[in-house]
């Protein structure tokens, strides 16, 4: 357990090659993860080649963990796979839906997560690409993603080079809840948070942004109003294109 408690997510990756067995089997033990009915849905495509990551780059706002990685993970939602297979069998496929995007990309996150606790377990490195989730369409395109099928999780994997950064977390009363959800109040929500406020990497970009606190570092720099609703419609336009959304 004490690996869960110390885990860093890791940006840097030395040049040591990370063996196509060793990874066939992290990938083939993490298909033992929950899955919805059974039905797996979900895909990942790897990226190893030199031209493959760099193509994928600019995706990812051009990060260079993307490129300096061995290996990048995309972790995809896929309807496809099953569909094709009840229509191959017969069977009236009615997963075009947004309840069954739902499910698959329940699936692949629990996927992904099971990919990267193993992979830590062997002394790799990961991190998660969040950029994903503003240009699933891009990444679609350049991996030549299929109807039903959208990239939920996207995972850079390697040998550490550097122990990585340390990273606050909320403590454990702020998100458990007994029996029903309990709304804080004002005074406790700001409690709950002052860790995190203090924290001084926070400290630090909070005085870099020129903000008065670390809220509005998030609001007003990060994930901003207007950079949710932009995506928000290209993510929305991307998925009826997928097949998921009417």
């Given at each position: 357990?004490?690996?869960f408690?110390?885990?860093r997510?890791?940006?840097?990756?030395?040049?040591?090659e990370?063996?196509?067995?060793?990874?066939?089997?992290?990938?083939a033990?993490?298909?033992?993860?929950p899955?919805?009915?059974?039905?797996?849905l979900?895909?990942?495509v790897?990226?190893?080649?030199?031209e493959?990551k760099?193509t994928?780059?600019?995706?990812?706002?051009?990060?260079?963990?993307?490129t300096q990685?061995?290996?990048?993970?995309?972790?995809?939602?896929?309807?496809?796979?099953?569909?094709?297979?009840?229509?191959?069998?017969n069977?009236?496929?009615?997963?075009?839906?947004?309840?069954?995007?739902v499910s698959?990309?329940?699936?692949?996150?629990?996927y992904?997560?099971?990919?990267?606790?193993?992979a830590?377990?062997?002394?790799l490195?990961t991190?998660y690409?969040?950029?994903?989730a503003?240009?699933a369409?891009?990444?679609a395109d350049?991996?030549?993603?299929?109807?039903?099928?959208?990239?939920v999780?996207?995972?850079?994997?390697?040998?550490?080079?550097?122990?990585?950064?340390?990273?606050?977390r909320?403590?454990?009363?702020?998100?458990v809840?007994?029996?029903?959800?309990?709304?804080?109040s004002?005074?406790?929500?700001?409690e709950?948070?002052?860790?995190?406020?203090?924290?001084?990497?926070?400290?630090?970009?909070?005085r870099e942004n020129?903000?008065e606190?670390?809220?509005q570092?998030?609001?007003?720099?990060?994930?901003?109003?207007?950079?949710?609703?932009?995506?928000?419609?290209?993510?929305?336009?991307?998925?009826?294109?997928a097949?998921?959304?009417?």
């Amino acid at each position: 357990m004490n690996s869960f408690k110390t885990r860093r997510t890791i940006r840097k990756y030395s040049d040591r090659e990370v063996s196509n067995e060793l990874l066939n089997e992290i990938l083939a033990t993490a298909m033992r993860a929950p899955t919805c009915g059974n039905m797996q849905l979900y895909s990942v495509v790897v990226t190893r080649s030199e031209e493959g990551k760099k193509t994928l780059a600019p995706a990812h706002f051009n990060q260079p963990m993307v490129t300096q990685a061995p290996v990048v993970l995309t972790v995809c939602a896929d309807f496809n796979r099953f569909t094709r297979w009840c229509s191959l069998r017969n069977a009236d496929a009615g997963y075009d839906n947004f309840i069954s995007l739902v499910s698959a990309v329940a699936d692949a996150s629990i996927y992904a997560q099971q990919i990267v606790a193993i992979a830590e377990q062997q002394g790799l490195g990961t991190c998660y690409l969040g950029t994903v989730a503003y240009n699933a369409p891009q990444v679609a395109d350049v991996l030549g993603l299929p109807s039903l099928v959208v990239p939920v999780a996207c995972i850079t994997l390697g040998w550490p080079e550097s122990e990585g950064e340390e990273t606050e977390r909320l403590p454990l009363e702020a998100i458990v809840h007994e029996e029903k959800y309990r709304e804080d109040s004002d005074e406790r929500i700001l409690e709950l948070f002052a860790e995190k406020e203090a924290f001084p990497a926070n400290i630090g970009y909070v005085r870099e942004n020129g903000k008065e606190n670390l809220a509005q570092v998030f609001t007003d720099v990060r994930y901003t109003r207007q950079a949710n609703e932009h995506f928000s419609g290209i993510a929305l336009d991307y998925l009826r294109k997928a097949g998921f959304l009417k």
